[in-house]
Each structure stands twice: as C-alpha cells, then as structure tokens.
C-alpha cells in the first residue's frame, strides 16, 4: 500500500516533525510506500482557487494533489494549536476537493501536554468527512518533546503504538476496498 503522510505545520521548531517520520519507518518496516509531504518544504499558497478549477495551479499544489490521488491513504501530523489543527494544514487541504473522494485519511495529533492532540483530530474528522473521505484512526501523541530526543523515539510505550497505527491502518485500507 502506499501512504501520504502530510506533515501539517512549518513552525521553527516544530516536533511533529519526529511522529511523521516515526510513522513513515514504520510503515517502510511493514512492507508499505510512505511518502512525506512536509509543508516546510512544500510551501502551498492561501487558496485563490481549488487545483480542479484553475487552468494553471500553484506548482506544490499540483504536486500535492498528484501525491493525494496516488495514495491509497493520507496520514495527517499536527499539533493542536488553540483546541484545532493548524491553519497551514486547513490551508493545504482546502486547495483539493474531488481528489479526495474515499480516501482513507488517518491522523497523528502532538501536543506538549497530556492529551495527545486529541481535539484536533476530532476537528480533522469532520472536516475529512465533509470533504469525501474515510476518517479512521488517530494516534495521539502527547507530551511529544519527552518522547523523542533529538528526534529519535525514546519511550518504549510509543513503539508499539506506532506498529498498532501502522496495522489498524492496513486493516482500515483493506475493509475500504
């Protein structure tokens, strides 16, 4: 199978940066395609217009909507800003529409504190539903900055969370097809 996981913010110092790529070795260790789409490298325009009714869209929006329709999952990472998701990913998704007709979209929410990004992704839920996909499970991560040192995961608990996202999302894909 091949994902699309979506880094969702470009913050300096952003850690959902270590989740992303986390998930993206442990759906290379499953035998799956897992390709980053970082919005720090890939920096996508305020919407003017959705990719699907313009002649001539912004060069990193084209590309992301090739990545969308290739991906027979997307992965959406961000941390919780203010109870949502971030408005750079708001952003990004807002520029495709059909593209995303029953995609599977599952979700790594970060946060600094206790509750893993939670409500974000309850926010993401809706917003995936609205626009023609398959929400399907999330992976909290909470307290992410003790986590992972220097980008590498350091706590054992979180290892096999990973692995469990990487399976309920084979599994989510397969029941869809």
């Given amino acids: 199978?091949?994902?699309?996981?979506?880094?969702?913010?470009?913050?300096?110092?952003?850690?959902?940066?270590?989740?992303?790529?986390?998930?993206?070795e442990?759906?290379?260790?499953?035998?799956?395609e897992a390709e980053l789409f970082d919005l720090k490298e890939n920096e996508i325009p305020f919407l003017g217009?959705?990719?699907?009714?313009?002649?001539?869209?912004?060069?990193?929006?084209?590309?992301f909507g090739?990545?969308?329709?290739?991906?027979?999952?997307?992965i959406l990472v961000t941390p919780e800003y203010n109870h949502s998701y971030s408005g750079e990913l708001k952003?990004?998704?807002?520029?495709?529409?059909?593209?995303?007709?029953?995609?599977?979209?599952f979700f790594i929410t970060v946060s600094a504190g206790g509750f893993g990004g939670v409500r974000a992704q309850m926010h993401l839920e809706n917003?995936?539903?609205e626009l023609g996909g398959h929400p399907g499970p999330g992976l909290p991560v909470s307290n992410v900055s003790s986590i992972f040192e220097d980008g590498e995961l350091v706590?054992?608990?979180?290892?096999?969370?990973f692995r469990s996202f990487v399976d309920r999302c084979e599994e989510f894909v397969k029941k869809l097809c």
Avoid: C, W
């Fill in 49 to 63: 217009e959705r990719r699907h009714k313009t002649e001539s869209p912004h060069p990193n929006v084209e590309k």
């Fill in 127 to 129: 917003v995936t539903r």
């Fill in 26 to 32: 442990k759906f290379f260790e499953a035998g799956h």
């Fill in 155 to 161: 706590d054992e608990n979180y290892e096999e969370r």
């Fill in 91 to 105: 952003n990004a998704l807002d520029h495709l529409y059909p593209e995303y007709e029953d995609k599977p979209f």
């Fill in 1 to 24: 199978m091949k994902f699309l996981i979506v880094v969702g913010t470009s913050r300096d110092g952003r850690n959902s940066i270590h989740p992303a790529r986390e998930a993206q």
């Fill in 66 to 74: 090739q990545k969308v329709e290739e991906a027979d999952g997307l």
